[in-house]
């Protein structure tokens, strides 16, 4: 058969993901059978010290328990960890000659766990690994358990890293070899999460659905899990931030949108919120949900003209209008951005930087550090950005006024 132009379907896509992915209440219980029939004896725990203060690893040891293994806890990640946390989580699992990884907790936790597997079965230097492919090999058995639901970084082959002699800069692993072996999604774990943290890693779930769905790099694969994260997360954020353990539909619809969302983000790659964001979160020491819900709605409005037809379907998606065909299509785009802005200040997130940022003398460096640091990002852009586009999308986020 000969391929024309005529023919509109995408060209061929690939994606590497998890090798099992369990989800529901009750999921955590999948840990101990994962524990007997991989012979496992000695797994390490990689977490933090929240987790543990609030009693969330006890459900998980106690799984591990019934499958006749012992844990060892490393409970030492920080937001934005570094190559000593890595180090250091390391160094715990040799000490304990432990045999399989488990990561409990938010994205750092799951990043560290990610690399550390890793690395406990190839003698190899952090910063040689670093960068696309440079992994020595797969590591230890893996399972990711998410505790937030925002990250998505359960079910992706990325693992962000501060370099701590470089001034924080972020350094990123993505290859393969970090895919985990068994993913847990149990939304029990997280229905005592409080609302501030709800609230900044829903976000960030969002925009790693949003960003796939419009990119250059959209596919179907990654279609089907952005339109479903979208549906889910637009309807549930809210109650789950405002009412918490009191709504466990929104509590579950959150953790498996969540999941989806990092899905999507697998397969359809970010965009330029995620490349705006970096300079301004190293510069204020933001957490990466923070910085993401300050630029979204303002990138989203550059991107918006570029494609009318996208952010109309996502405005859709979202719920933000009535009746999608009794509207025209750049009015159901504007909702899809309205939509945003208003379920940031609805859940307590601000959007803008006027209140950490005294002036725009800042902007142009920015502009060069993501087009320098998050080239990849820029690229999967669905509008080509210039240096003087990425000022105005920071000149616009500083110029609104915010709650």
């Known amino acids: 058969m000969k ?3 005529e023919h509109d379907f995408s060209c061929m896509g690939r994606v590497a993901l998890p090798r099992e992915i369990v989800w529901g209440w009750g999921a955590t219980d999948t840990l101990a059978r994962f524990v007997a029939e991989r012979g496992i004896t000695k797994p390490l725990i990689v977490t933090d010290s929240g987790i543990v203060k609030a009693g969330v690893l006890g459900s998980v040891l106690e799984v591990i328990k019934t499958a006749k293994a012992n844990a060892t806890v490393f409970d030492q990640v920080k937001a934005e960890p570094g190559f000593e946390t890595v180090t250091a989580a390391i160094d715990c699992g040799r000490r304990a000659g432990v045999d399989a990884v488990v990561g409990v907790g938010g994205g750092s936790s799951l990043d560290v766990a990610k690399i550390v597997s890793v690395l406990l079965a190839h003698k190899a230097a952090i910063a040689d690994c670093l960068g696309m492919g440079n992994m020595p090999g797969k590591g230890l058995p893996l399972v990711l358990v998410p505790t937030t639901t925002g990250t998505g970084s359960e079910v992706t082959q990325v693992s962000v890293l501060t370099d701590e002699s470089s001034g924080g800069a972020k350094k990123v692993a993505y290859d393969p070899a970090l895919l985990a072996d068994l993913v847990v999604v149990d939304p029990y774990l997280s229905m005592d999460l409080p609302p501030r943290i709800t609230a900044i890693t829903a976000i960030d779930a969002l925009s790693h659905a949003i960003e796939p769905f419009v990119s250059n790099r959209r596919n179907p694969m990654a ?3 952005a339109k479903e994260a979208i549906r889910r997360l637009s309807r549930y954020i809210r109650p789950a931030v405002l009412r918490g353990a009191s709504c466990p539909e929104a ?3 959150l953790a498996i949108g969540a999941t989806l969302a990092g899905l999507a983000l697998a397969c359809g790659g970010a965009g330029a919120t995620h490349a705006l964001n970096y300079p301004l979160a190293v510069q204020f020491h933001l957490g990466h949900g923070d910085s993401i819900a300050r630029l979204l709605p303002f990138v989203m409005r550059a991107n918006m003209s570029s494609d009318l037809e996208r952010y109309a379907i996502l405005a859709d998606l979202m719920g933000a209008v009535g009746d999608g065909l009794s509207v025209i299509e750049r009015t159901r785009a504007e909702a899809s951005v309205t939509f945003v802005d208003a379920l940031c ?6 959007t803008g930087i006027r209140d950490i940022v005294e002036s725009d003398r800042d902007f142009e460096m920015w502009a060069d550090i993501a ?5 990849h990002n820029i690229k999967n852009n ?3 950005l210039c240096k003087e586009d990425i000022v105005a999308v920071y000149r616009d986020a500083y110029e609104r006024t915010d709650q």
């Not at 200040?345 to 601000?350: E, T």
């Not at 087009?371 to 080239?375: F, G, N, Q």
Request: proline share 4%.
């Open 371 to 375: 087009l320098e640091y998050s080239a």
């Open 345 to 350: 200040r609805d859940i307590g997130i601000r």
């Open 382 to 384: 669905p509008r080509l």
């Open 251 to 253: 509590r579950y619809n």
């Open 223 to 225: 279609d089907a899990f």
């Open 3 to 5: 391929i024309t132009a």
